[in-house]
């Protein structure tokens, strides 16, 4: 998992796709949350396969899974003998509907195929790398300000998600009505922790068009309201 | 199947469903076709696990498929002893996705449920049984029309689909070249026959909004013009 939601960890592909590929193992990325947010080096790192989604930093409404497959990969498809189990993503038949022999295997979602068109012309128009660019400034911009009252990510430096901010929750906060405040005064909708961080971080999410320096600010003041309403001490 | 699209056979399901319950199984019907364009009496045909298509007889983009479980199907789902192979058909787990437990199995592709709604309120509007009604004349109209220049429907008397009528292509007529020609000049696509029908019928479509006598008449009069422009002979 490239960009590892539940902890805001951006995890060292380039590393692992050595250790995978030094092992003849094929290398399998999830890029849901990253692709469109920071760089997704298919090629260059060397993965085998590759999914995303459209509603993430891609900001288009969500329904398709953008996938790509090395050389290795549908050689490994080519080769398979058990049979496959599931219709809905037998990519041994979806590779001869994509390609050239055209064999029907699904109706397409149509509507969804021309929403991503335009969101991808859209991440065009800015550029992929100022879109790479803006993700991370606003990232930084946040880290700043939540720094400033005492409120620290969670992940490793160096592999803090620009998209996904996995922050402490601050001594003396109560998880559930500081999120609902900032729901029901603001319109904002901060995620909770799972698992072994439940009630211990909250998952800020700055994707795609919600990535901008207005909506940091925005959730900088409000947090600091709610934060101060519910006698949390921070400094001033 | 319901509603067969290759040989346009409506299936006689209830005959089936007594059958398949003498013997203990469970009955899985595919209404992709058949919904909203006709009755598909699930509770009264005792039918286990239904599935259809958001965007024939609906009129609604494609990307769902509605479904629905019987009792019986529900309990075989939860004795079931195997490991669900696919993620994305795993039932028992979109099952507390989609009760009370609402634990998160995938991401909905929200803007195609709001299209269902708006095409469900539509059918809605129009009255579920005004608009089987609407699929059969229309049905009728076309093969009568259609029996005066001597085609006929394929499909045995009585079992006839009322949206997707499939018929004899008539003697000295070019599969390919009429098709081409009801495209290009009126921009009406009709289907092929497939299989051992392939060249020797069409497939017409009256689903949903398209089900209208006006398409119904031009349709007629568009496919007249092109066979007698290809020099086959017809009644006047």
Redesign the interface.
């Known amino acids: 998992m490239h960009a590892e939601t539940s902890t805001g960890a951006l995890q060292p592909l380039e590393e692992i796709s050595q250790i995978v590929h030094e092992h003849g193992a094929l290398f399998l990325v999830d890029a849901v949350t990253s692709l469109g947010g920071t760089n997704v080096d298919v090629d260059g790192w060397q993965i085998d396969a590759c999914y995303s989604?459209s509603?993430k930093c891609l900001s288009c409404?969500?329904?398709l899974s953008p996938v790509t497959f090395s050389e290795s990969a549908t050689e490994a498809i080519e080769k398979r003998k058990t049979k496959v189990?599931?219709w809905?993503?037998d990519l041994s038949m979806i590779r001869q509907y994509w390609g050239s022999e055209r064999l029907y295997h699904h109706?397409?979602?149509?509507?969804?195929n021309y929403?991503l068109l335009e969101a991808l012309k859209i991440v065009k128009e800015e550029g992929l790398e100022n879109r790479w660019k803006r993700h991370l400034e606003n990232h930084l911009q946040l880290k700043d300000g939540l720094s400033e009252i005492g409120i620290e990510i969670v992940s490793q430096t160096g592999h803090q998600l620009p998209m996904l901010n996995a922050i402490k929750i601050p001594e003396g906060a109560s998880d559930l009505n500081i999120r609902q405040q900032l729901l029901q005064e603001f319109g904002i909708e901060i995620g909770g922790g799972l698992g072994a961080f439940k009630g211990k971080i909250w998952r800020i999410g700055l994707m795609g068009a919600a990535s901008t320096k207005g909506n940091v600010l925005l959730f900088l003041a409000a947090l600091k309201k709610c934060l101060r309403d519910q006698g949390v001490k921070i400094p001033a």
Chains 1, 2 share one sequence.
């Open positions: 989604g509603q409404p969500p329904g189990r599931s809905y993503l109706t397409a979602p149509i509507n969804m929403a």
